[in-house]
């Protein structure tokens, strides 16, 4: 969400399944859920080995960038993430600029 709000101006999210190209390829997400380290600690408890990006652009993309800021405001606010989630299902609309000139 906040990938797309920052970059791209909208609000929107993938979803854990998401159809593309009018049904022709379907993404299925079924830890879409599951915090990261939460998964790093059942890979470690099942002996798993937990492979990191091998993306050259891993530590510059702007998925990187929202982490740390995610991570910055849990400093301020633990279930910040949580929140974020939450909020998009308790829009206020009264709250909400009909049109922004930007």
Known sequence: MLLNLFFQGEIGTMQPYQEMFNGELAIIRPLAYVEEKELARLATTLGLPVISSQC???NTS?????????????????????NIFRSLQRVRNEY???????
Do not use: F
């Open 96 to 102: 909400l600029l009909e049109h922004a000139g930007a």
């Open 62 to 82: 702007k998925r990187r960038v929202i982490k740390g800021v995610i991570e910055d405001m849990k400093k301020h606010s633990h279930h910040v993430k949580k």
């Open 56 to 58: 050259p652009q891993d």
